[in-house]
């Protein structure tokens, strides 16, 4: 299931907007920072998406401060985009998810990104 096609419906549909080709088309590239279709993953938001979800559908959020020493990386980024499953958002201080489940498993972690990839790449790994 390709679940930023699925999210792009139901903000469509949330704010009043026609659910078409065109308009999946339009905001589709406005609101995902990356919008290849992958069945997994790939859910990171552009700042305007962010500013939609936030301001216009008001959606709950939770946010995730960085360690102070923390040092974004292309790997980190990597496991961003495989493992957050839900729309999230890169802000300067702090990662920003939907997901109140998520928020608190990256809060288990102090917000290092990088221990949490690790860590479910092991998990995934093991179960393999």
Known sequence: ?????????????QSGKSITEATMKEYTPVWWQNTRTKDEGG???????FRFITEELNLQTYDVPYPPDF??????IIFLDKFINCPYFLGKRALTVTEEKKALELHLF???IKKYGLMKALKRQQND
């Open 1 to 13: 299931m390709n679940w930023k096609e699925t999210y792009t419906k139901v903000f469509l549909q």
């Open 43 to 49: 859910l990171r938001l552009t700042e305007e998406g």
């Open 71 to 76: 040092e974004f990386t292309t790997q980190v």
């Open 110 to 112: 102090s917000g290092d």
